[in-house]
């Protein structure tokens, strides 16, 4: 089986840590496209050095303009290097404008799409992330949901159930891996570990300006890598400066995944508006407060681990640094952490 598999920004590098070595177990022939969406060395080439994953075979020099623009290159792009490859199936992953573009690019070439976390549904239909999540599956020929509520959404909407495959969430995969790998142990050394990269909050000056504010104000000891948009939003809502001094706020750059997931299960919350970073947090047993009122995995709420502090309101940040201290039962949600081989199995079975 000849795979070529999409990739394009960090959670997709991250996902692919765990599925290029899955691939290289069973002696697939992986080709790994890389769109180029996140280009800068932190947020992209230092995950391929030090997770070890291959390095990609093409490359894309993206030229940066508007969401269409960038979009319709990376598909040229892909479609270009999937007429000279052929491949036998096209992997994408997640919901990111690199998963649109080579989900559309693949399926009107015919050649068959496989959508790895597919179905998550929100129920916003303006928000990016549904939009091309919703354009992927459409267009895909064997979906890989990741939790529970995704595969039930897919099926109310109709997905062939032969077609769908529930095995959990490839990033529980990658997050054992690394835990598995350099011993790292949860524990809780007094601080919060926090990210904000979200459209919704990056580029609204009234939602960052809460997030900031709620920062400073609680006095608490904050670890916050800081995306390199909401840097630049920072700068110009003219909030950087006031959180860099802030004395209790600790502004880094972006960090590898290593001392990503070191930072996270030192911590005694993570706040955050990222889908990966939040499931990450709550698989290392992390009470988890989420920045954004968009529901992706109901369960992880219900169960009262993921409360919601919309940052409409800066006071919804402070009391969830405050208050939030879940007790009860965290159940299971994203699998046993053998997603990638089962996908892998599935794929050899329909495309080997
Ligand atoms: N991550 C990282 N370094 C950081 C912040 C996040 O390695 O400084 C990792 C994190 O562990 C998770 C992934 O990046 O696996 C999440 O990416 P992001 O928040 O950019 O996107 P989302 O998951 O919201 O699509």
Same mark, same amino acid.
């Given at each position: 089986?000849k795979?070529?598999?999409v990739?394009?920004?960090?959670?997709?590098?991250i996902?692919?840590?765990?599925f290029?070595?899955? @691939?290289? +177990?069973?002696? *697939?022939?992986? %080709? =790994?496209?890389?769109?180029g969406q996140?280009?800068d060395?932190?947020?992209?080439?230092?995950?391929?050095?030090?997770?070890?994953?291959?390095?990609?075979?093409?490359i894309?020099?993206?030229l940066k303009?508007?969401?269409g623009?960038?979009? $319709?290159t990376?598909?040229s792009?892909?479609? !270009?290097?999937? =007429?000279?490859?052929?491949?036998?199936?096209?992997?994408?992953?997640?919901?990111v404008?690199?998963t649109l573009?080579?989900? =559309?690019a693949s $399926?009107?070439?015919?050649?068959?799409?496989?959508?790895?976390?597919?179905?998550?549904?929100?129920?916003?239909r303006?928000?990016?992330?549904e939009?091309n999540?919703?354009?992927? &599956?459409?267009?895909?020929d064997v979906?890989?949901?990741?939790?529970q509520?995704a595969y039930?959404s897919?099926m109310?909407e109709?997905?062939? #159930?032969n &077609?769908?495959?529930l095995?959990?969430?490839i990033?529980?995969?990658?997050?054992?891996?690394?835990?598995?790998?350099?011993? *790292?142990?949860?524990?809780?050394?007094?601080y919060?570990y $926090?990210? /904000?990269?979200? !459209?919704?909050n990056? &580029?609204?000056?009234?939602?960052l300006?809460n997030?900031v &504010?709620?920062? *400073?104000e609680s006095?608490m000891? %904050?670890?916050?890598?800081?995306?390199?948009?909401?840097?630049?939003?920072?700068m +110009?809502?003219e909030?950087y400066?006031?959180?860099?001094?802030?004395?209790? /706020?600790?502004?880094?750059?972006p960090?590898?995944?290593?001392?990503?997931?070191?930072?996270m299960?030192?911590?005694?919350? /993570? =706040?955050?508006d990222?889908?990966?970073?939040?499931?990450e947090a709550y698989?290392l047993?992390?009470p988890? *407060?989420?920045l954004?009122?968009?529901i992706w995995?109901?369960?992880?709420?219900? @169960?009262?681990?993921?409360? %919601?502090?919309?940052?409409?309101?800066?006071?919804n940040?402070?009391?969830?640094i405050?208050n939030?201290?879940? #007790?009860?039962?965290?159940p299971?949600?994203?699998g046993?952490?053998?997603t990638? +081989?089962?996908?892998?199995? /599935?794929?050899?079975?329909?495309?080997?």
């Amino acid at each position: 089986m000849k795979l070529l598999s999409v990739v394009g920004t960090r959670p997709n590098f991250i996902k692919e840590y765990s599925f290029s070595k899955t @691939c290289e +177990e069973n002696d *697939i022939d992986e %080709i =790994i496209v890389h769109t180029g969406q996140h280009y800068d060395y932190q947020m992209s080439q230092l995950f391929f050095k030090e997770l070890e994953i291959p390095k990609p075979h093409y490359i894309n020099e993206i030229l940066k303009g508007r969401i269409g623009y960038e979009t $319709a290159t990376m598909l040229s792009f892909i479609e !270009e290097v999937l =007429i000279e490859e052929r491949p036998d199936v096209t992997l994408v992953y997640g919901d990111v404008n690199s998963t649109l573009a080579a989900a =559309i690019a693949s $399926a009107k070439l015919r050649i068959p799409v496989a959508h790895i976390e597919a179905g998550l549904r929100s129920g916003y239909r303006h928000n990016p992330e549904e939009i091309n999540r919703k354009v992927a &599956d459409a267009v895909s020929d064997v979906l890989f949901p990741h939790i529970q509520e995704a595969y039930d959404s897919l099926m109310h909407e109709g997905y062939e #159930k032969n &077609d769908v495959y529930l095995f959990g969430d490839i990033m529980k995969d990658s997050l054992d891996r690394i835990v598995s790998e350099f011993d *790292i142990k949860i524990s809780r050394n007094g601080y919060i570990y $926090a990210t /904000v990269h979200r !459209e919704e909050n990056a &580029d609204s000056p009234e939602r960052l300006k809460n997030i900031v &504010d709620a920062f *400073i104000e609680s006095g608490m000891n %904050i670890k916050f890598p800081v995306h390199p948009r909401t840097k630049n939003k920072m700068m +110009e809502f003219e909030l950087y400066d006031r959180i860099a001094n802030s004395g209790n /706020v600790e502004i880094m750059e972006p960090v590898g995944y290593l001392e990503n997931i070191r930072l996270m299960a030192g911590a005694d919350k /993570v =706040i955050t508006d990222s889908g990966g970073v939040r499931r990450e947090a709550y698989m290392l047993e992390k009470p988890v *407060i989420s920045l954004i009122n968009i529901i992706w995995v109901p369960s992880m709420l219900a @169960c009262g681990w993921k409360t %919601i502090a919309d940052a409409s309101e800066k006071n919804n940040i402070l009391d969830a640094i405050r208050n939030h201290d879940p #007790k009860g039962e965290r159940p299971e949600l994203f699998g046993d952490g053998k997603t990638s +081989e089962k996908i892998v199995k /599935v794929l050899l079975e329909r495309y080997g």
